[in-house]
């Protein structure tokens, strides 16, 4: 049973930054998917960045230029640093994992991250 669990959220101010890390534990294979999604209030969970095990990332159009996604020295870290922060940016941000036999994403319980003054 694989378990994710995200930290590093809170409230910070517009052109603010925050960083937040989600930590597997459990039965993680070498080679995975691990990355960041997002919900707002009314709004279908949409993608943040994912990060295959080899470093390749792919970051939603939203935050792109202003958020980066990186993995930790081991295969079960992935951290999210969050720049530039606008009041849109306000959402639970859910960490996700996929690896074989890639049957769809494990999440997290989510963190929340409000962008206001």
């Known amino acids: 049973q694989v378990q994710l669990a995200e930290s590093g959220g809170g409230l910070v101010q517009p052109g603010g930054s925050l960083r937040l890390s989600c930590v597997a534990s459990?039965?993680?294979?070498?080679?995975?998917?691990m990355g960041w999604y997002r919900q707002a209030p009314g709004k279908q969970r949409e993608l943040v960045g994912t990060i295959i095990s080899g470093g390749i990332t792919n970051v939603g159009t939203s935050v792109k230029g202003r958020f980066t996604v990186s993995r930790g020295n081991g295969k079960n870290t992935v951290f999210l640093q969050m720049n530039s922060l606008k009041p849109e940016d306000t959402a639970v941000y859910y960490c996700?994992?996929?690896?074989?036999?890639?049957?769809?994403?494990?999440w997290g319980q989510g963190t929340q991250v409000t962008v206001s003054s």
């Open positions: 996700s994992l996929n690896q074989p036999p890639w049957r769809g994403n494990v």
């Open positions: 459990g039965s993680i294979a070498s080679i995975n998917t």
